[in-house]
């Protein structure tokens, strides 16, 4: 332990780490991601304020983290072996995608669940602490056959002459007319005699939104982002959508399967609206033996449709109400 010249107590990495339960690389990893304050050393060692240890420990107790390491373990003992975005998926009813990760990589440390010591097919794979790699190598690799299936299923569309870069993106269209809105353009970074330029992007095609729409009877226009994925929407897209946005003076409206509560508030402090589907949209066909195996053994959900789905246009519907 360390003091600071105010006299605040420092902590170091690996006791920091101790004192919240995750792993060394959880730290650096939320270095990364600008999830906790500290300051360097001239060595360049970092150093951790008390009082952010004790703000991590509040947040962590807020929600509710305690049972977290025994919920992992008993469900990874359940499917005997699981990749890190299946358990991510899988308990994202009740924890954060990242707080699996973190929890995930101090059991191993811990010893108190096993893991490849490499990637195994370009996946971090999971199995409980007295089981061998080769005892469930076969169950993994067909659930490796599995995730391929929906990673490489075409994502373009082709309807009436339009490019779809991804299917998804038809059924926002089709949503949006189907509720009443004008589709103003889509691919679109100028509206209105405004055109959006992206400060340090290299030359190429322009930073733009998938769809601009406007809404007749509340006189607004929105910017639409459409984020057709299994993790979380990254800053990065956000900040950009509010640019364009903010640039070509539109309400910013962000759909996505799910959403961090950080995207939220970003949005909501933005005037913006996120609509959230809950799905891994895909286009038909796709087996259904697979899709059973997708959806109901690792918990992927997928959403296979060949029309819109009536709960999209019920959203738009909703927005119109909140714009």
């Known amino acids: 332990m360390y003091e600071t010249p105010s006299g605040e107590k420092e902590y170091s990495t690996t006791k920091i780490a101790?004192?919240?339960?995750?792993?060394?690389r959880t730290i650096y990893?939320?270095?990364?991601?600008?999830?906790?304050?500290?300051?360097?050393?001239?060595?360049?060692?970092?150093?951790?304020?008390?009082?952010?240890?004790?703000?991590?420990?509040?947040?962590?107790?807020?929600?509710?983290?305690?049972?977290?390491?025994?919920v992992i373990i008993k469900t990874v003992g359940n499917k005997k072996v699981a990749y890190l975005r299946e358990l991510q998926i899988t308990?994202?009813?009740?924890?954060?995608?990242?707080?699996?990760?973190?929890?995930?990589?101090?059991?191993?440390?811990?010893?108190?669940?096993?893991?490849?010591?490499?990637l195994k097919w370009g996946n971090r794979w999971y199995f409980p602490k007295e089981v061998s790699w080769g005892a469930v190598e076969s169950l993994a690799a067909h659930k490796k056959q599995l995730m391929n299936l929906y990673i490489s299923h075409p994502r373009r569309y082709s309807r009436r002459g339009i490019i779809y870069d991804d299917y998804s993106e038809m059924f926002v269209e089709d949503a949006l007319l189907k509720s009443g809105y004008i589709v103003v353009s889509k691919n679109a970074h100028y509206y209105n005699g405004k055109e959006y330029h992206q400060s340090g992007k290299r030359p190429g095609r322009k930073s733009d939104l998938d769809y601009i729409a406007y809404e007749r009877s509340k006189n607004c226009a929105?910017?639409?982002?459409?984020?057709?994925?299994?993790?979380?929407?990254?800053?990065?897209?956000?900040?950009?959508?509010?640019?364009?946005?903010?640039?070509?003076?539109?309400?910013?409206?962000?759909?996505?399967?799910?959403?961090?509560?950080r995207i939220h508030s970003v949005m909501k402090s933005n005037k913006g609206h996120i609509i959230q589907v809950k799905r891994y949209l895909l286009q038909p066909p796709f087996g259904n033996k697979a899709f059973k195996e997708i959806t109901n053994n690792l918990r992927i959900p997928l959403g296979v449709y060949k029309w819109v789905p009536e709960f999209m246009i019920r959203r738009f519907n909703e927005l119109r109400e909140k714009l």
């Open 222 to 261: 929105i910017g639409i982002q459409i984020k057709n994925r299994l993790e979380y929407p990254k800053m990065d897209d956000l900040h950009l959508l509010l640019d364009i946005c903010r640039t070509l003076d539109l309400t910013p409206v962000l759909v996505t399967r799910l959403s961090h509560p």
């Open 29 to 70: 990893r939320w270095i990364n991601d600008e999830r906790i304050t500290f300051r360097r050393t001239e060595t360049g060692r970092y150093r951790f304020p008390e009082s952010e240890l004790n703000r991590i420990l509040k947040e962590r107790k807020k929600r509710n983290l305690g049972k977290i390491k025994e």
């Open 91 to 118: 308990l994202e009813d009740y924890y954060f995608h990242e707080d699996v990760t973190d929890v995930c990589d101090y059991l191993v440390v811990s010893g108190l669940l096993n893991t490849t010591d490499q």
């Open 18 to 24: 101790e004192l919240v339960g995750v792993a060394n």
